[in-house]
């Protein structure tokens, strides 16, 4: 069962107004604004969300779901993470199978998905060019991960969707100081598929690879292999 947790809805919903009004990313935002404004044809009736995208989920959830930055026709365009792309058509499945989702498929912000004990967020929150953040804009919105996970006690597994997301999470470790529980040096941790640690303060951290059409398509990351890793999230959280 969920241990009683003080109401942190509204510090979230403070911290989302700020997160969407940040432009601390030129380049980012930038991208953004014109992605949104040209459009891709087949959503060309479409008004695009085209700002920072806000993370979304169950306020008291125990499983964090991190991943790489919205899609650029996907969340850039619908506000909500993972929702309009292959690769939410991919996760949401696998979410509902594992019982953290209300529904399989995530289509826009008023299609009625809730999330069960969970929470997704990514390590950038602006689609940038290429899929490709750079270093400096990876630790220019780190900030807004570290006040999030404050409001969040009740994580208690993290699943990184890619290396750049599990990286994101390392760093996210050594700014808030908890390698003084026990040295977390650069090399600690490695990424694989798969790959679990427990973490100094008994958080469960699982691996997995991001679900990029570039990964599902060719067969890298299969449904089998995913839903795997929301089995064994759901067993520890349990």
Request: charged content about 25%; some cysteine; glycine content about 8%.
């Amino acid at each position: 069962m969920k241990a009683e947790r003080p109401n942190n809805i509204a510090a979230l919903k403070a911290h989302t107004e700020r997160l969407i009004a940040c432009d601390r990313c030129p380049r980012l935002r930038a991208h953004c604004v014109a992605i949104a404004e040209t459009r891709r044809r087949a959503y060309r009736d479409q008004t695009y969300w085209g700002r920072p995208v806000p993370s979304f989920g169950d306020p008291e959830a125990r499983l964090l779901i991190l991943g790489l930055a919205p899609g650029a026709h996907g969340s850039n365009r619908t506000g909500r993470p993972f929702t309009g792309d292959g690769s939410g058509d991919f996760l949401y499945p696998v979410l509902y199978e594992a019982g953290f989702a209300s529904q399989p498929r995530s289509t826009s912000l008023d299609d009625g998905m809730k999330l069960h004990d969970a929470w997704i967020t990514s390590v950038v929150r602006c689609a940038p060019p290429d899929n490709k953040p750079t270093p400096e804009e990876q630790r220019t919105c780190a900030a807004w991960l570290d006040a999030e996970l404050a409001l969040l006690p009740g994580i208690r597994v993290i699943v990184c969707l890619g290396k750049i997301a599990w990286d994101g999470f390392r760093a996210h470790l050594a700014r808030t100081r908890l390698q003084t529980l026990s040295p977390v040096a650069r090399t600690s941790y490695p990424f694989s598929h798969g790959a679990e640690y427990t973490l100094p303060d008994n958080r469960i951290l699982l691996g997995s690879y991001h679900p990029s059409l570039q990964n599902t398509n060719t067969g890298r990351l299969t449904r089998a292999m995913f839903l795997e890793i929301f089995i064994r999230a759901r067993a520890a959280i349990d």
